[in-house]
């Protein structure tokens, strides 16, 4: 299958190396086109008041790959139309560092609009995402910080089934029907980890800055919020917190319903 790949977390990020050597693996003909630096909570936002700048380059993919710089709607936008010589089946995003499960945080993913950028061109797409701890999140956003060796296999595995599970998400949705697939990997993921069909929690996200300082700025602060969930409904949090892969279709001609 043709399957246009992309992140947020930038081009360098072993996480996404990793889910690209497993679709390539897989027989798929891949192209990566992913921003050149981190571009996590940018939401669906396009560079809207400056031009954006593509390289290809050779990083070891297996696949012909380019940067741009510019945020994960920038990279899908830019390369369905100018970079690549064929069309994509489909669009995949990720594998993402740290979890994009909750309404409160999947709305504000650089990934999950990766992968919403190739819905509004009327292609399936899937947005793939990995838990991590905070501190280990932390870590991996320096430079040259790298997963440990609990992290890596894990990482190893989620790459692996989402790389076999992609095309058949992709098939099954079909053209133009602004639905994405949002799969979360728990820390723990193993080959034998079972795909628990969820919905997004219903997140509370209020007073992520800090009060006006001394120089006049309101900085971030991470907070996961309060969950107000509905008790009938298996969430994504909660699918991730038993230790399953969470899988949830994201339906966005039901938004307004």
């Known amino acids: 299958m043709r399957i246009l790949l992309t992140n947020d977390d930038g081009i360098e990020s072993i996480f996404i190396r990793e ?7 897989q027989g798929h003909e891949l192209s990566v086109v992913a921003p050149r630096s981190e571009q996590s909570w940018v939401g669906a936002s396009k560079s809207r008041n400056r031009g954006v700048h593509s390289d290809k380059a050779d990083l070891g993919f297996g696949c012909p790959t380019w940067i741009v710089d510019g945020t994960p709607s920038d990279c899908v936008n830019i390369a369905i139309d100018h970079l690549l010589d064929t069309p994509p ?6 594998i993402n560092i740290g979890l994009n499960t909750t309404l409160g945080f999947i709305i504000a993913s650089g990934t999950v609009a990766g992968a919403f950028e190739g819905a509004i061109h009327g292609l399936p797409a899937i947005a793939f995402s990995q838990e991590v701890t905070f501190e280990t ?3 991996l956003k320096t430079p040259n910080g790298k ?8 990482l190893k595995h989620s790459a692996s089934i989402g790389a076999s599970i992609s095309e058949e998400l992709l098939r099954s949705i079909k053209p133009e029907s602004f639905i994405v697939h949002n799969i979360n990997f728990p820390l723990s993921c193993k080959p034998t980890t079972k795909i628990k069909r969820t919905v ?3 997140m509370m996200v209020p007073g992520l800055f800090t009060p006006r ?11 996961s919020g309060d969950d107000v969930s509905p008790g009938h409904i298996i969430t994504d949090k909660a699918a991730i917190a038993e230790g399953y892969i969470s899988h949830s279709l994201l339906d966005y001609t039901k938004l307004g319903a």
């Open 19 to 25: 889910l690209a050597l497993a679709l390539v693996k």
């Open 89 to 94: 089946e489909g669009v995949v995003s990720g």
């Open 137 to 139: 999140y932390e870590l």
């Open 147 to 154: 997963p440990d060796a609990l992290l890596a296999e894990a």
């Open 200 to 202: 997004p929690a219903h």
């Open 213 to 223: 300082g001394n120089d006049g700025k309101h900085n971030l602060k991470f907070k």
